[in-house]
């Protein structure tokens, strides 16, 4: 679903805002994506103190994290947030583009499998 005009409130928890909204520019559904991103890093990283988790979310805002930290466990869900957090949100993929894209299949078939 596509939102008919673009907001510029700053509603959500500040840690989990995007680049736009930080910077008090309109933003569209985007914005979800990109926290939805920051969450999906959150569940592959062990972060020991919420500074580091702070940090890290600041490298991410900056395009200086480096996402091969991730790792070869997490090689599928790297590339997901590489691309779910993009700094320009013309760039980050849809809801819809997500589930169907290689990576969220590949993660889901990762996941599915270790169920069995």
Not at 39 to 64: A, G
Not at 76 to 90: R, Y
Request: charged fraction near 30%; proline fraction near 2%; glycine fraction near 4%.
């Amino acid at each position: 679903m596509k939102l008919d005009k673009e907001l510029k409130e700053k509603v959500g928890t500040t840690q989990y805002q995007s680049p736009e909204q930080l910077l008090g520019k309109s933003y569209n559904e985007k914005v979800d994506i990109f926290a939805i991103g920051l969450i999906l890093l959150e569940l592959c990283l062990y972060f020991t103190t919420n500074h580091e988790k702070q940090v890290t979310f600041q490298q991410i805002h900056q395009k200086t994290f480096n996402f091969k930290s991730l790792g070869d466990e997490f090689s599928n869900e790297q590339k997901l947030i590489e691309k779910m957090t993009q700094t320009d949100a013309s760039l980050r993929p849809s809801a819809n583009e997500i589930l169907n894209s290689e990576d969220y299949k590949a993660l889901s078939r990762t996941y599915k499998s270790n169920d069995a």
